[in-house]
DNA sequence: CGGGCCTCCTGGTAGC
DNA sequence: TGCTACCAGGAGGCCC
């Protein structure tokens, strides 16, 4: 579920209430939620640092602490979020990890499935080439006509190539609907049947529609009522058309889409 | 290379 | 009422 818009507004939260504040303690209450680094080394190297900036790409948050070389790396997973909390025995149910901040004032990265992943690293950018991901799907430099060249490249069904993280980085399979739908494709369509107005149009819209979640997620505003992510539901009608969405599987997701308007 | 399926995980729910 | 089966879905692995 969090995806780009979601770690925006992730990092926005984030940003107000865990930088430039001393990390009391590190209480780890799920540690197969780290990699790469044992708990208590985790909880050492954090102890007595403070989160000085932090970055997004793609689903991804990087956080960085006065000592250079350290930042700890979030990725969601699936049910992934983050909560404060004003004391320690407040902490949400699935609280996985959790700083102790000044105050006692608690940031707890929780998740019900524990299928995202917390860990140490020294260089985000060295991180991300070396796991392969693409750029991210709101970076300046991404222009709809790169979005449409970097498609163009590929032979399957668009909506893996828009959730493949090495193509480019952000897009799961709820915005991968948003992005379709309102471009009026259907899920299974294959990239080599648009031209290249219609995979122009994809980059324009990918940009667009995310540029709205994002300040959706981070100002607390609600999505358009044309967005397909209000109504992602097989009985709710198409907010174009008022039909019956329909279901079906595309990339091995369950993926939503109207098809009245197709 | 691409697609489909399985796995990780847990809680909610549909069906019996 | 209580059990089981299945689903959600990000990501990686495996096989065809």
Known sequence: ????????GFKAFFDRHALQQLILDVLIHKSRILQGVAPREFAGRLKNQEFTSSLRHGKLLFAATQEKRLWVLIHFGMSGYLSVCETVHQQPKDAAIVFVLEEKKCL???SQRLLGKVSCIKDPQKYLSEEGLGPDALERELTAERIAEILSERRGMLKSALMNQGIIAGVGNE???EILFQCGLHPRVKV???NREQLLN???TLRRVLQIGVEANCQGRSLPHRFLGRHRHEDNACPHCNNNLASV?????TSYYCPHCI
Do not use: H, I, N, Q
């Open 192 to 194: 080599g049947d648009l």
């Open 1 to 8: 579920m969090p995806e780009l818009p979601d770690v925006a």
């Open 108 to 110: 707890a990265y929780a």
């Open 202 to 204: 994809v980059g324009r």
């Open 249 to 253: 599987k595309a990339a091995g997701r």
């Open 175 to 177: 915005w991968s609907d």
